[in-house]
């Protein structure tokens, strides 16, 4: 996702619900919010997968997603 793209937090959420590597970050949060969050609340903000500082999937799946995403 180089190129200095700006990522919208609804494309965080659509991708979040929609990815099937999402992995909650329980250091954000701890085990007992794990259990509380609905698909409707999953974004890429709240997965491990996501570097905050980067802006970026660490596993490179967010624009596959997003693209899977834009086709439906």
């Not at 794990?34 to 570097?51: A, L």
């Amino acid at each position: 996702m180089g190129g200095g793209i700006v990522v919208s937090t609804e494309q965080l959420k659509a991708v979040g619900r929609s990815c099937e590597d999402f992995e909650l970050d329980q250091s954000l949060y701890g085990n007992s919010f794990v259990m509380s969050v609905t698909p409707q609340e999953r974004s890429c903000e709240i997965c491990r997968h996501w570097d905050v500082n980067k802006k970026e999937c660490r596993i490179g799946v967010f624009d596959e997603v997003l693209s899977s995403l834009d086709q439906s």
